[in-house]
């Protein structure tokens, strides 16, 4: 019997916890020193209030349908699921689950812990679990992250596929709204059946989709949810204010591992990156995890906060995307496609605008097992003349191109970059388009309504390869932007997840990611690799492997 039990590690990732650069000392620093990863690290205190670099979340705040950071990275510290990721390492934990056993890989039995309550004071049961995931999974409640479910048994039932994707047939109604793989035991036990045996299935209950619901959430079907989410996390959110701040303050009954010193999270909503930075610099905000462009040359932060910053690597990919063929059918040549990928510099661009980063040679994060250096082949090198020459045997290219991109996200330099070298490369003009914020730069795209390229980015949901994968590029699924579809790359990651033992599976995943090479529905740009900036009034500030902040470790200084 295979079980997973509290601690138990599932996915090593080694890359994740390496610095690649630290900063420990400074004036303000109040005494303040670094540990093995090289965070900040100072006394432990009690109390006090963090503000961090926030932005507007792209929709209400339901777990199912929240698919960016904005909101994503509320929700995480809101909700509890039934796993959780090790801050450092991405190591798997248990968090309300008691286990996770299973004797097939198909059939997994999960104990929950008991009298664990939501922030209302309602029970965490099985129920929770089994009515969420349901939601969540229906057709008709049109739910972002849906398709993070279709391994369980019954999902073709509650969301039937659309005959013609996008096209004029309408999909079948949903044979009925509960998945039949899941079968509530008693109050704290339930059980996931899978259409097909997946080994690796656990990692994915970390994810946000995973949260279980209060019964309040059904009332109005998480109208009322959506403005003050209701979870079983260390933080209650208390204040929703999307275009101003978000205010998450520690759930007194909170007592699991990893409880928050702090008392309260602000998360101060910026338009601009360098308004931001100037704050923290000047000690009036707390925490950003973005870094103006003119402040990485040369690592001029390092001089402005004096200590007060670390960068480490995360399970971050940067990259550019096509648009819908249905919505802007000029970019529709693979091999137009591909001589695009080659007339960018990625190491000129990346000089330009993020020094501490890495040129990607594929689809995947190094800090995954299975990734696979050079994925992408030659279309991911800068060569001018192959460039050209794909260029001409596509066609060419009538009109201006465009490269989308959301103002407030430090994207302004390194679009200007890209869009100058394809001009220098393939003589065709190339404009870099900028939207006043996130939310309404990816309601356009959720729209399928963006025409030209337009960035994307993804920070792991859940530390496998398979991430990287199948929620962006499988047909249908809830990232896919450029509605990319591939029957034999969906089969492979079918087959994939279904493998015998981790090295077939992983050789599978590669074998998928080799067929983003030849039809490139997105280009890879680089890797993550965050820089964090904090005040003077914040110690044992902690990144994690995803880039996200580790409020478990962070306290005031007092």
């Given at each position: 019997?295979?079980?997973?039990?509290?601690?138990?590690?599932?996915?090593?990732?080694?890359?994740?916890?390496?610095?690649l650069?630290?900063?420990?000392?400074g004036?303000?620093?109040?005494?303040?020193?670094?540990?093995?990863?090289?965070?900040?690290?100072?006394?432990?205190?009690?109390?006090?209030?963090?503000?961090?670099?926030?932005?507007?979340?792209?929709?209400?705040?339901?777990?199912?349908?929240?698919?960016?950071?904005?909101?994503?990275?509320v929700?995480?510290n809101?909700?509890?699921?039934?796993?959780?990721?090790?801050?450092?390492?991405?190591?798997?934990?248990?968090?309300l689950?008691?286990?996770?056993?299973?004797?097939?890989?198909?059939?997994?039995?999960?104990?929950?812990?008991?009298?664990?309550?939501?922030?209302?004071?309602?029970?965490?049961?099985?129920?929770?679990?089994?009515?969420?995931?349901?939601?969540?999974?229906?057709?008709?409640?049109?739910?972002?992250?849906?398709?993070?479910?279709?391994?369980?048994?019954?999902?073709?039932?509650?969301?039937?596929?659309?005959?013609?994707?996008?096209?004029?047939?309408?999909?079948?109604?949903?044979?009925?709204?509960?998945?039949?793989?899941l079968?509530?035991?008693?109050?704290?036990?339930?059980?996931?059946?899978?259409?097909?045996?997946?080994?690796?299935?656990?990692?994915?209950?970390?994810?946000?989709?995973?949260?279980?619901?209060?019964e309040?959430?059904?009332?109005?079907?998480?109208?009322?949810?959506?403005?003050?989410?209701?979870?079983?996390?260390?933080?209650?959110?208390?204040?929703?204010?999307?275009?101003?701040?978000?205010?998450?303050?520690?759930?007194?009954?909170?007592?699991?591992?990893?409880?928050?010193?702090?008392?309260?999270?602000?998360?101060?909503?910026?338009?601009?990156e360098?308004?931001?930075?100037?704050d923290?610099?000047?000690?009036?905000?707390?925490?950003?995890?973005?870094?103006p462009?003119?402040?990485?040359?040369?690592?001029?932060?390092?001089?402005?906060l004096?200590?007060?910053?670390?960068?480490?690597?995360?399970?971050?990919?940067?990259s550019?995307t096509?648009?819908?063929?249905?919505?802007?059918?000029?970019?529709?040549?693979?091999?137009l496609?591909?001589?695009?990928?080659?007339?960018?510099?990625?190491?000129?661009?990346?000089?330009?605008?993020?020094?501490?980063?890495e040129?990607?040679?594929?689809?995947?994060?190094?800090?995954v097992?299975?990734?696979?250096?050079?994925?992408c082949?030659?279309y991911?090198?800068?060569?001018?003349?192959?460039?050209?020459?794909?260029?001409?045997?596509?066609?060419?290219?009538?009109?201006?191109?465009?490269?989308?991109?959301?103002?407030?996200?430090n994207?302004?330099?390194?679009?200007?970059?890209?869009?100058?070298?394809?001009?220098?490369?393939?003589?065709?003009?190339?404009?870099?388009k900028?939207?006043?914020?996130?939310?309404?730069?990816?309601?356009?795209?959720?729209?399928?309504?963006?025409?030209?390229?337009?960035?994307?980015?993804?920070?792991?949901?859940?530390?496998?390869?398979?991430?990287?994968?199948?929620?962006?590029?499988?047909?249908?699924?809830?990232?896919?932007?450029?509605?990319?579809?591939?029957?034999?790359?969906d089969?492979?990651?079918?087959?994939?997840?279904?493998?015998?033992?981790?090295?077939?599976?992983?050789?599978?995943?590669?074998?998928?990611?080799?067929?983003?090479?030849?039809?490139?529905?997105?280009?890879?740009?680089?890797?993550?690799?965050?820089?964090?900036?904090?005040?003077?009034?914040?110690?044992?500030?902690?990144?994690?492997?995803?880039?996200?902040?580790?409020?478990?470790?962070?306290?005031?200084?007092?």
């Amino acid at each position: 019997m295979r079980a997973l039990k509290r601690g138990h590690k599932v996915v090593a990732l080694a890359a994740a916890g390496m610095l690649l650069a630290t900063g420990c000392g400074g004036d303000d620093d109040n005494n303040a020193g670094s540990d093995a990863q090289g965070n900040l690290t100072g006394p432990i205190t009690e109390g006090g209030t963090v503000s961090v670099h926030g932005c507007k979340p792209e929709r209400p705040l339901l777990p199912a349908d929240t698919a960016e950071v904005c909101g994503g990275d509320v929700l995480d510290n809101v909700t509890a699921k039934l796993v959780r990721y090790h801050p450092e390492t991405g190591d798997l934990e248990n968090d309300l689950a008691e286990s996770i056993e299973t004797k097939d890989s198909k059939t997994f039995t999960v104990k929950l812990l008991k009298g664990v309550k939501f922030h209302d004071g309602t029970e965490v049961d099985a129920d929770s679990f089994i009515d969420a995931w349901n939601f969540a999974a229906y057709a008709k409640n049109a739910q972002q992250n849906a398709s993070f479910f279709s391994q369980i048994q019954g999902f073709e039932d509650v969301n039937p596929e659309d005959p013609d994707g996008d096209g004029p047939k309408d999909p079948p109604d949903p044979k009925t709204d509960k998945l039949s793989g899941l079968k509530k035991v008693n109050d704290t036990t339930f059980t996931i059946t899978l259409t097909r045996r997946n080994s690796t299935f656990p990692i994915r209950l970390g994810y946000t989709a995973f949260s279980p619901l209060p019964e309040s959430f059904f009332k109005d079907k998480g109208k009322s949810f959506g403005k003050k989410p209701i979870g079983a996390g260390p933080f209650k959110l208390t204040s929703f204010n999307p275009d101003r701040e978000i205010v998450l303050e520690k759930d007194p009954n909170y007592d699991r591992a990893r409880k928050p010193h702090i008392d309260k999270v602000i998360y101060r909503i910026y338009t601009s990156e360098d308004a931001a930075y100037a704050d923290v610099q000047a000690n009036q905000l707390d925490i950003t995890n973005i870094i103006p462009t003119s402040k990485q040359l040369d690592r001029l932060y390092a001089r402005d906060l004096g200590g007060r910053f670390a960068t480490r690597a995360e399970g971050v990919f940067q990259s550019i995307t096509f648009p819908p063929t249905k919505t802007d059918p000029s970019y529709s040549n693979p091999k137009l496609r591909q001589a695009i990928s080659m007339a960018i510099d990625r190491e000129q661009v990346i000089k330009l605008a993020f020094p501490e980063r890495e040129p990607a040679t594929g689809w995947v994060s190094p800090v995954v097992n299975g990734y696979k250096a050079g994925a992408c082949g030659e279309y991911c090198t800068y060569n001018p003349e192959r460039a050209k020459q794909l260029f001409e045997e596509a066609g060419g290219y009538n009109g201006t191109m465009t490269l989308a991109y959301n103002g407030g996200g430090n994207h302004e330099v390194w679009t200007e970059a890209v869009c100058n070298s394809i001009r220098s490369v393939l003589g065709v003009e190339c404009i870099a388009k900028g939207s006043v914020d996130f939310a309404s730069f990816r309601s356009a795209i959720e729209a399928k309504e963006q025409k030209g390229m337009f960035r994307t980015g993804w920070q792991m949901d859940y530390p496998s390869i398979e991430n990287f994968l199948e929620p962006i590029y499988k047909t249908n699924a809830s990232s896919n932007d450029g509605n990319y579809s591939n029957k034999e790359f969906d089969k492979l990651l079918n087959d994939a997840a279904a493998a015998a033992s981790e090295e077939e599976g992983y050789a599978l995943y590669q074998q998928a990611e080799a067929l983003l090479a030849e039809d490139m529905p997105a280009i890879p740009l680089w890797y993550g690799a965050a820089i964090h900036g904090h005040s003077n009034k914040v110690t044992n500030v902690k990144v994690t492997v995803f880039g996200t902040y580790d409020f478990s470790s962070v306290t005031v200084i007092k």
